[in-house]
């Protein structure tokens, strides 16, 4: 799915906070205390048998999970060369005065370089997952690196291949030269409960194989960095230098990979982000067998179906992922997908979120045929298609002749011919000036309206007749810089 992030004018944040990658480079913070979370009933394996024993109820014990899988858990060490000065982490493209800027940031504490040619170094962790040496990480963790080493718990040091990476989903496969490794067990991360205690094993801060635990905190979390992996939200304490390093449940089962921190200040505050197992298994099989990794794409940009949006498409309920917009000469367009339908179920499987279409679409193979179930004008259908390939990877002006629309607060104007040819629109109006429940909805100055509950505007009068027969809630299809979104909007 080719699916575009939003910039900071598509929707306000809700939070503005910095998303994070855990790998670590010089220098050690200042420490805090931090208290353990109970669980009300916890088993740990046992390091002599394959077998899990029960502990005592209220007694957070994963002894014998660390005692077991912690051999299995490396220290990544990386060498590179800096090529700029300033501050290492930022995001290019993206104003710093920006408040997105530190929403988007991403590659841990940052440090400043000076100048020349430097030698930087960075840490992470990964664990072994084959006896002969291969490795799961964070491709962040070794983003740029000249030499990667890897050291096991045995004190070995030994030097490492990196035999592919996928930025998409932030998954790394390496190689050491060993024999006869100590390896972890993946378990299923879809039949985790949001509540089930958790264990993470890496090396915050260079502190090799360092255990912390907590819980689930939620499922299928979607970021605004990672489109294609639906996130295990934890609150275990997870840190600059545990990026790549295995999260576990309470059998000893490897769930998923810690690879980001929700943080105002680039440390542990509570929210920890990891990749689930199952989709980090499909990515190394790809990177492993071709060297790259191949995803399926559907062609449309999509978002969440909150209440006010479903009354305004008449669904019963808020589900489904809401097609805001669809790509020219895309699998959909040609499947016929159009803009305002509600995806509820893909390849047989319901969509809840408009998080949980995009995975489904990536792990499918290019050219491969399916079905997808949606909701079109409140009738159901279910629609075949061929699923592509994803590749590797302006707004009009103001003017005058603005007509105020009362009940929505908007006054708009059609635009001209070199205003739609900038805008790639074949119609629209644009807003020149915004009050009311427009305003209160985030509708803004400059935006182009191109519909409303889905049926085309192009002249004010059409929009002031299609209001004067709307109920209380409508859904307008605003275009902003290069996105498109529907806005609920609440008439009262």
């Keep these: 799915m080719n699916s ?10 809700a939070v503005l906070a910095a998303f994070v990658g855990t790998a670590t480079h010089f220098g050690l913070p200042s420490f805090s205390r931090a208290e353990a979370a109970i669980a009300e009933k916890v088993v740990a394996a046992s390091p002599s048998a394959g077998t899990v024993q029960a502990v005592p109820a209220g007694v957070m014990d994963f002894s014998g999970i660390v005692e077991r899988y912690g051999p299995a858990v490396v220290n990544i060490s990386v060498t590179g060369k800096m090529q700029q000065t300033a501050v290492s982490g930022g995001q290019s493209g993206i104003d710093p005065d920006d408040p997105m800027f530190d929403f988007f940031r991403r590659f841990g504490p940052q440090l400043r370089i000076p100048q020349g040619n430097q030698i930087q170094h ?32 045995d004190r070995r040091e030994l030097k490492a291949k990196v035999l592919g990476t996928d930025r998409q989903t932030d998954i790394a496969v390496l190689k050491i030269d060993a024999k006869d490794l100590p390896i972890v ?55 600059p230098g545990n990026s790549g390093g295995p999260l576990f449940n309470i059998r000893g089962e ?42 399926g794409r559907l062609g449309v940009t999509i978002q969440d179906v909150n209440q006010a949006l479903a009354d305004s498409f ?11 917009a669809v790509e020219r000469d895309s699998p959909a367009e ?9 995806i509820v179920g893909f390849n047989d499987k319901p969509i809840s979120r408009s998080a949980d279409l995009p995975a489904l679409v990536a792990e499918l193979k290019p050219g491969t045929s399916t079905k997808l179930e949606i909701i079109r004008k409140g009738s159901t259908k279910t629609v075949s298609m061929v699923v592509g390939e994803m590749k590797a990877d302006q707004l009009a002006h103001n003017g005058e002749g603005a007509t105020q629309q009362g009940r929505l607060g908007l006054a708009v104007r059609p635009l001209n011919p070199d205003e739609r040819r900038e805008a790639g629109v074949s119609g629209g ?5 915004v009050t009311g429940p427009a305003a209160l909805a985030g509708i803004q100055t400059g935006d182009v309206v191109l519909s409303l509950n889905g049926m085309s505007v192009s002249s004010v009068e059409q929009l002031r007749a299609l209001v004067g027969k709307a109920g209380k809630h409508v859904a307008l299809l605003v275009k902003r810089d290069d996105a498109k979104i529907f806005i609920p909007v609440d008439l009262g």
């Design 334 to 342: 040609k499947a016929g997908i159009e803009t305002g339908d509600v």
């Design 185 to 239: 067990k993946f378990g299923d991360p879809g039949a985790t409960r949001v509540g089930e205690p958790v264990l993470a094993i890496g090396s915050p801060f260079g502190f090799e194989n360092t255990a912390t635990s907590g819980i689930v905190s939620a499922k299928s979390r979607s970021l605004p960095d990672g489109t294609y992996v639906p996130f295990i939200q934890t609150d275990a304490a997870v840190n």
């Design 314 to 324: 008449g669904l019963k309920t808020p589900h489904g992922a809401l097609v805001s």
């Design 4 to 13: 575009k992030t939003l910039t900071r004018s598509a929707i306000a944040a």
């Design 254 to 295: 490897v769930i998923g990979i810690n690879s980001q921190i929700f943080s105002h200040t680039g440390g542990y505050q509570g929210l920890s982000f990891a990749i689930p197992i199952d989709v980090a298994s499909k990515i190394q099989a790809q990177l492993m067998q071709h060297g790259k990794v191949t995803r």
């Design 122 to 153: 960075g840490q992470g962790s990964g664990f072994i997952v084959s006896s002969d040496g291969v490795i799961l990480t964070n491709a962040h963790v070794v983003d740029g690196a000249q030499e990667v080493m890897v050291k096991l718990t």
């Design 429 to 433: 109006l644009l807003v020149e000036d």
